[in-house]
Nanobody, 119 residues
């Protein structure tokens, strides 16, 4: 069964950095567009960063210049490097993306990883 598993979350002080990873596993597939979303308490889930199959990237205005999304297709893994973190970045971060498996393109979500920015 194909699944996306996030890791790398945790507690960090303001101004610090974290790198999130999202590993896809469970079959023979091809990753297409991949995304990182986040959801803070009491707020709607929002798109943070996106990377296409060809490596083109887009970012939410709130994270531009601080976050970098990247991918390693050989490892079936997507990363989110987060720098200059602020308390407003506190949220559960979710990996999402389209995977081609047995001729079918399907959208998958990870279970989320908590990021807390606090002193």
């Amino acid at each position: 069964q194909v699944q996306l598993v996030e890791s790398g979350g945790g507690l960090v002080q303001p101004g610090g950095s974290l790198r999130l990873s999202c590993a896809a596993s469970g079959g023979i597939f091809t990753m297409y567009g991949m995304n990182w979303y986040r959801q803070a308490p009491g707020k709607q889930r929002e798109l943070v960063a996106r990377i296409s199959g060809g490596g083109n990237t887009n970012y939410a205005d709130s994270v531009k210049g601080r976050f970098t999304i990247s991918r390693d297709n050989a490892k079936n893994t997507v990363y989110l490097q987060m720098n200059s973190l602020t308390p407003e970045d506190t949220a559960v971060y979710y990996c999402n993306g389209d995977l081609l498996l047995l001729g079918q393109l399907r959208n998958y979500w990870g279970q989320g990883t908590q990021v807390t920015v606090s002193s």
